[in-house]
């Protein structure tokens, strides 16, 4: 059974660009979720997709938007992109929502953002 | 606003050791806590915990819940050089949003 896709792995944008990052859950996943990963803050929660629909949204501006579709397949965007949005985005998914507590992640994609 | 706190935030130990964990929470409307393991990019799962006192156990971790003092530990005995990760706690209450800790680097020396 193939585990959770994330594309692409590694990606470097300059200030201002926008961003789409990509994730294939588990195959029969219906939750998907994202998260920001930094050295100083740790892993933040984004959002989280079930059947198409965001079930929940951490406390980020705006900028940062996602959605999910009907395959369960999900899509993060980062739009005007500032530095300190340089991070590991990693995705989960779950068969029934993140309440079940068992997340699969992917491996993440690194952004840098000069 | 839920905050989990994970000491100490590094480790370095020698294999056989046995190493403890610590993870303390502020939660509203606890549902669960978790443990992750983090090697390289992807968290893996360890366990989750609902209930205060029962340990859960796998090989050589386990992990323990005490919610009136608002805390869990996970414990990892005999120690190898593949026990070397950054350990995730995360804790969801009524706003079903998982809150992380910032982790615990540990470093198992051969």
């Known amino acids: 059974k193939a585990g959770v896709t994330q594309t692409p792995r590694y990606l470097i944008k300059t200030r201002g660009q926008q961003v789409t990052l990509s994730c294939s859950p588990i195959s029969g996943h219906r939750s998907v979720s994202w998260y920001q990963q930094t050295p100083g803050q740790g892993l933040q929660f984004l959002f989280e997709?079930?059947?198409?629909?965001?079930?929940n949204k951490g406390n980020f501006p705006g900028r940062f938007s996602g959605r999910q579709f009907s395959n369960s397949r999900s899509e993060m965007n980062v739009s005007t992109l500032e530095l300190g949005d340089s991070a590991l985005y990693l995705c989960a998914s779950s068969q029934r929502t993140s309440l079940t507590g068992e997340l699969f992640f992917g491996e993440g994609s690194r952004l840098t953002v000069l | 606003e839920d905050k989990v706190v994970q000491s100490p935030l590094s480790l370095v130990v020698h294999e056989g050791d046995t190493v403890t964990l610590n993870c303390s929470y502020e939660?509203?409307?606890?549902?669960?806590l978790l443990w992750y393991k983090q090697e390289k990019k992807a968290p893996t799962f360890l366990f989750m915990l609902?209930?205060?006192?029962i340990e859960k156990k796998s090989g050589r971790l386990s992990s323990i819940l005490d919610k009136k003092e608002l805390f869990s530990i996970l414990n990892i005995t005999a120690t190898q050089t593949g026990d070397s990760a950054i350990y995730l706690c995360a804790v969801q209450g009524g706003s079903e949003k998982l809150v992380f800790g910032k982790g615990t680097k540990l470093t198992v020396n051969p």
């Open positions: 609902t209930s205060s006192g």
């Open positions: 997709y079930f059947s198409e629909t965001q079930r």
């Open positions: 939660v509203t409307n606890f549902r669960s």
